[in-house]
């Protein structure tokens, strides 16, 4: 009997290992908005801070950045759009609830409009009166992020550090 338990074990790992182990489980929708979600606000320290996306230390480092406004900035976007366009693309809509259907329709056309406008990156001005550094900077520090308790404070000051050692590399030395 105990001989016969030592060959059905063996045969059984001998069985498991000739298969190879199981494939991982399926991807969700549901599972790739979250962790598209958590990537596109992540790689947007301002987004991230003034919906408080995350949480803890992570929230924390957040709230002491600024999202560079530079062309690198606008590009890495761009490819984390693309990058969700190709994987929405793997899902079966027919086998989406009616919800699921109409997030990845809105989120298909969100990011296809983002990629497809940059081809009109070179359109971009730095100073405009509806999105550019004059406007979105004010606004950031002066309406999205949030003040409730004193580390918010805190926060908020290391933010207007950051920007003034980025002005301060950007600013032409006095002359002499």
Not at 86 to 111: G, K, N, P
């Amino acid at each position: 009997m105990k001989r016969l338990a030592i060959v059905l074990a063996i045969g059984t790992v001998i069985g498991v290992s000739a298969q190879g182990p199981a494939p991982p489980p399926a991807r969700s929708v549901s599972d790739f908005f979250r962790d598209f979600t958590a990537e596109w606000i992540g790689a947007n320290p301002n987004l991230a801070a003034s919906t408080r996306y995350f949480t803890g230390a992570e929230q924390d480092r957040f709230e002491e950045q600024l999202t560079p406004e530079t062309a690198e900035y606008r590009h890495r976007r761009i490819e984390i759009a693309q990058k969700g366009l190709t994987e929405l693309a793997t899902f079966d809509r027919a086998r989406m609830s009616e919800t699921e259907r109409v997030s990845a329709e809105l989120m298909q056309w969100q990011l296809s409009t983002l990629v497809e406008g940059d081809k009109y990156s070179d359109y971009v001005f730095p100073l405009e009166q509806f999105g550019g550094a004059n406007v979105s900077l004010p606004n950031i520090l002066t309406v999205n992020h949030p003040l409730v308790t004193e580390k918010d404070a805190v926060h908020y000051i290391a933010r207007l550090d950051r920007w003034r050692c980025a002005w301060k590399k950007r600013s032409p030395k006095p002359k002499a």
